[in-house]
T-cell receptor, first 112, second 116 residues
Framework: DGGITQSPKYLFRKEGQNVTLSCEQN?????MYWYRQDPGQGLRLIYY???????QKGDIAEGYSVSREKKESFPLTVTSAQKNPTAFYLC???????????FGPGTRLLVL | GENVEQHPSTLSVQEGDSAVIKCTYS??????FPWYKQELGKRPQLIID?????GEKKDQRIAVTLNKTAKHFSLHITETQPEDSAVYFC???????????????FGAGTRLAVHP
């Protein structure tokens, strides 16, 4: 788990603003994922990437965007189109899509 | 679509008692079932997982059982300790199936409180 980092730990967004959450891993994992966690709910998949320069929408991709230009990095942008962005965002990675997912420490996004 | 139901949503036990959390899945092709523990404000951490070719797996005080016929699996924690207090999530997926990524479907979580 220590090989996956997320920053910042807390992020504040103003209305109409785009913000980017960072996720980095040094585990040489091919697959990376973004989840959203709301209080009292399980994790919901936003986007995933099985390999560099490729990514796919998950269950709740609207209002979010990602890129995967490097194997180690999978940043998530929360756009102004996401009307209810307040949540705990978790990044995960795995050796490939078949193997166990390991999570980063999370970023808590709050709206001002 | 695929769904995983988890019960109970909250569970309170006395230290030393056992705790059992149950999950039911809808996709009969699911064959991989991990359990994650999440302490307050922290990341989920894998504590045990089971694949469909076995019915039970044990690791010290933690065990998971799987009933494929009934499509449910359970987490058993024996001799609970205060440090077991956390939210526990079950999940299910189809490993090895063709046709792209077979995503993990998570249950809603169980908040376990172990009282000294």
């Amino acid at each position: 788990d220590g090989g996956i980092t997320q920053s910042p730990k807390y992020l504040f967004r103003k209305e109409g603003q785009n913000v980017t959450l960072s996720c980095e891993q040094n585990l040489n994992h091919d697959a990376m994922y973004w989840y959203r966690q709301d209080p009292g709910q399980g994790l919901r998949l936003i986007y995933y990437s099985q390999i560099v320069n490729d990514f796919q929408k998950g269950d709740i991709a609207e209002g979010y965007s990602v890129s995967r230009e490097k194997k180690e990095s999978f940043p998530l942008t929360v756009t102004s189109a996401q009307k209810n962005p307040t949540a705990f965002y978790l990044c995960a990675s795995s050796i490939n899509q078949e193997e166990t997912q390991y999570f980063g420490p999370g970023t808590r996004l709050l709206v001002l | 679509g695929e769904n995983v139901e988890q019960h109970p949503s909250t569970l309170s036990v006395q230290e030393g008692d056992s705790a059992v959390i149950k999950c039911t899945y809808s996709d009969s092709a699911s064959n991989y079932f991990p359990w994650y523990k999440q302490e307050l404000g922290k990341r989920p951490q894998l504590i045990i997982d089971i694949r469909s070719n076995v019915g039970e797996k044990k690791d010290q005080r933690i065990a998971v059982t799987l009933n494929k016929t009934a499509k449910h699996f359970s987490l058993h924690i024996t001799e609970t300790q205060p440090e077991d207090s956390a939210v526990y999530f079950c999940a299910a997926s189809r490993r090895g199936a063709s046709g792209g990524y077979n995503k993990l479907i998570f249950g809603a979580g169980t908040r376990l409180a172990v009282h000294p």
